[in-house]
């Protein structure tokens, strides 16, 4: 909708974005170690200890969100004025960032609640709520951005607003299922409410913290490609945003998978079921690569489809199915990466996976990208195309990596 409205609302949006969405991803890998740990309570059938879990992991949840919200706030002096952003694109970016903040302290604590709920294999309240959001943001944009109803006319600000929104949306939505139910109330999810606990508080970021830092590590390289790329102009971009976006929307599929799979994994091993947890894991790696074949076949031979979606600025367009076409390759590797490592979090196996995430990223693909982008070291400056082949080889690399670290923790538990 913000790409109908404007190129410099759509690109504001994908700067913010490059912003806050690194930051909430951190904090979500973090609060992700709560569905391996209710995953592994729940299998062992030790669900009396479910609930103090759960109620440290909103503690963390607020505390962390806080945080975020002043960072995302300060972000102008952070890193707009660092990368030297053109004024009028910065302006709207800011406005953009402290128009979603006010979501923020809301999508973790619903975090916290779905990480519970998927744990003890409750799955569909997540999608349910979520998908409700959606329809929801889709009139709110719609106002918010055009100004309709007597709404002012607020361009790519109004999806800030709108997201903030839906966020509490989400969370009053998980509360009212998770509060008053029946099968929560037994495993005694609200009662007693305590205060923090270091020991329980300690144990989760022991965990937690290496699954945030992994999904920022990819998450950040992604939005330095698109930092970088706001020096290059609206038009370049919005094109990266679209394909970005596209892909990203592809991506929920795997990553969905992903997530099933430290469920799966996560119980079995509660259960002390060791073969079932090894095919769990192989199986999602396969249904994965099939999810793969879609995606890539879409990207690949339905481009034109994609950004009539987005825009109907022709240079846009062309430049967005241009790099479509780098999506399309690392469809593949993407997902055997995330399915691998949705596996590991289920065996609690986090810090490895961690580290081999930052060396594809940090040390190998975004120089490769930016030497290749933005520099003539090598050939002469590729712009987009350079970075996005950064972003292939960072995620081939990590598919490898930790397919190789998956195989041996299944070897290492049989």
């Known amino acids: 909708?913000?790409?109908?409205?404007?190129?410099?609302?759509?690109?504001?949006?994908?700067?913010?974005?490059?912003?806050?969405?690194?930051?909430?991803?951190?904090?979500?890998?973090?609060?992700?170690?709560?569905?391996?740990?209710?995953?592994?309570?729940?299998?062992?059938?030790?669900?009396?200890?479910?609930?103090?879990?759960?109620?440290?992991?909103?503690?963390?949840?607020?505390?962390?969100?806080?945080?975020?919200?002043?960072?995302?706030?300060?972000?102008?002096?952070?890193?707009?004025?660092?990368l030297l952003v053109e004024p009028a694109m910065a302006d709207k970016t800011l406005e953009y960032l402290k128009a979603m903040a006010w979501g923020i302290p809301a999508i973790c604590l619903f975090q916290v609640l779905a990480c519970y709920c998927e744990g003890i294999g409750k799955t569909r309240p997540g999608m349910v709520f979520s998908f409700i959001a959606l329809v929801?943001?889709?009139?709110?944009?719609?106002?918010?951005?055009?100004?309709?109803?007597?709404?002012?006319?607020?361009?790519?600000?109004?999806?800030?607003?709108a997201t903030a929104v839906c966020f509490w949306a989400m969370f009053l939505m998980m509360a009212g299922y998770t509060i008053p139910g029946q099968q929560h109330r037994k495993i005694g999810l609200f009662d007693p409410w305590d205060l923090p606990a270091p020991r329980i508080i300690s144990s989760q970021l022991t965990l937690g913290v290496p699954i945030g830092?992994?999904?920022f590590f990819e998450a950040s390289i992604f939005?330095?490609?698109?930092?970088?790329?706001?020096?290059?102009?609206?038009?370049?971009?919005?094109?990266?945003?679209?394909?970005?976006?596209?892909?990203?929307?592809?991506?929920?599929?795997?990553?969905?998978?992903?997530?099933?799979?430290?469920?799966?994994?996560?119980?079995?091993?509660?259960?002390g079921n060791t073969a079932q947890a090894a095919y769990a894991s192989y199986a999602g790696i396969a249904t994965t690569l099939v999810s793969a074949t879609v995606s890539a076949g879409v990207m690949l031979f339905l481009?034109?489809?994609?950004?009539?979606?987005?825009?109907?600025?022709?240079?846009v367009a062309i430049?967005?199915?241009?790099?479509l076409v780098y999506g399309a390759l690392f469809q593949y590797a993407d997902g055997i990466q995330i399915a691998a490592n949705g596996a590991l979090r289920g065996y609690k196996d986090t810090r490895v996976p961690m580290a081999m995430v930052l060396f594809a990223c940090w040390v190998v693909a975004l120089p490769l990208g930016y030497t290749l982008a933005l520099t003539d070291w090598i050939v002469e400056p590729m712009g987009p195309h350079g970075l996005w082949i950064g972003l292939v080889t960072a995620l081939t690399m990590g598919a490898v990596l930790l397919a190789l670290r998956l195989r041996a923790i299944i070897c290492r538990h049989w």
């Open 1 to 82: 909708m913000a790409g109908q409205y404007s190129a410099m609302d759509l690109a504001a949006i994908a700067l913010g974005s490059s912003i806050w969405v690194p930051v909430y991803l951190l904090i979500r890998g973090i609060l992700m170690a709560i569905t391996p740990t209710v995953a592994h309570l729940y299998g062992a059938r030790q669900t009396g200890e479910i609930g103090d879990q759960v109620r440290q992991g909103l503690w963390v949840a607020l505390l962390m969100s806080l945080l975020a919200a002043g960072f995302i706030y300060q972000s102008d002096d952070v890193v707009l004025q660092w």
């Open 136 to 161: 929801l943001n889709i009139p709110l944009n719609y106002v918010l951005i055009y100004g309709k109803f007597g709404f002012p006319e607020l361009g790519g600000v109004g999806c800030g607003y």
């Open 213 to 215: 830092l992994a999904i």
């Open 223 to 271: 939005s330095v490609v698109a930092l970088l790329i706001g020096k290059l102009g609206a038009t370049v971009v919005a094109g990266h945003q679209i394909a970005l976006n596209f892909t990203s929307l592809v991506f929920m599929v795997p990553l969905s998978l992903s997530m099933g799979l430290t469920i799966r994994v996560g119980q079995a091993l509660g259960a």
């Open 303 to 315: 481009p034109g489809m994609v950004t009539s979606i987005y825009t109907q600025n022709s240079e």
């Open 319 to 323: 430049l967005a199915a241009q790099l």
